[in-house]
């Protein structure tokens, strides 16, 4: 069983304890970010300095602030979920059994940075399970979904498994289009940082299967109370009700409790 840094560090020839070190989150810290082939190194800027660096007021520039992030997220991400790969594998075992019975499943990751949630199934399924093809969705050109497409294909290869994986990157001016229907789609802790959630959904409901599930957060903060907050977007916050207006039009809640009743919980939506 491999370790949760054993990618990171390889990818970025860090050792373990740097590696937990640059993803854990507090404020004010200063970490040197190593560059890779990929990406520039960051050094000298907190991710508050990072954040006020420039400004966010078109789609373009908030495009272009991921990218500015070099390996940022790569590291953070990967420290956020180095103790959750049971309940990603949980997750979507109980989300694919939900699925219309198929021979073949298309699950895609929007927004899906490190792409946890994919990086537990290539890492767990067993060789005889049913055949699997894996898309994977964020911001064009930035560090994480770079390392995330890396440490898949590695991963896939290394286990021989029959998967195919489709990388399909979101464009300031385009929303990702996939080559199947989807099956099952998770974008988690991902549309609070979206310019449009709106137009996001409407974009997934038109590729989803009959009866295909979508498992989704949206990330309320209280902005008061929490200085860690992360990229929200003004525009995202905006959206919030009109996008659950058109989940509960479109949608049957099947796992999780509704949004008015728990904000910030994961909740599992099957297609009508």
Known sequence: MSNWYDDICEYYSVDPETALELGTRSTGRKPNLPGSKTCNPVSDMTYEDIWESSERNTVDSIFQFYRDQGAWATFRQCVRHKDLSQYHISLLSQMLNLCQTRSEFHVCEYGCGVAPFMNS?????????????????????????????????????????????????????????????????????????????????????????????????????????????????????????EYYKFLTKNFDLVIGERPDKSPNSTRGWRKK
């Open 121 to 241: 199934l290539v890492s767990h399924i067993r060789e005889d399970n049913p055949k699997i093809r894996i898309s994977i969705s964020d911001v064009d050109s930035c560090e994480h979904f770079t390392f995330a497409k890396w440490r898949l294909e590695k991963k896939i290869q290394n286990r021989g498994l029959d998967i195919q994986l489709d990388v399909k990157p979101v464009k300031s001016d385009e929303l990702p289009r996939y080559n199947d229907l989807i099956d099952l789609l998770l974008i988690f802790e991902v549309l609070e940082h979206v310019p449009s959630p709106v137009s996001t959904i409407k974009n997934i409901y038109d590729q989803l299967i009959p009866g295909g599930i979508v498992v989704e957060n949206f990330i309320k903060h209280n902005h008061d109370d929490d200085d860690d907050d992360g990229p929200d977007l003004a525009s995202a916050a905006k959206e919030r009700d």
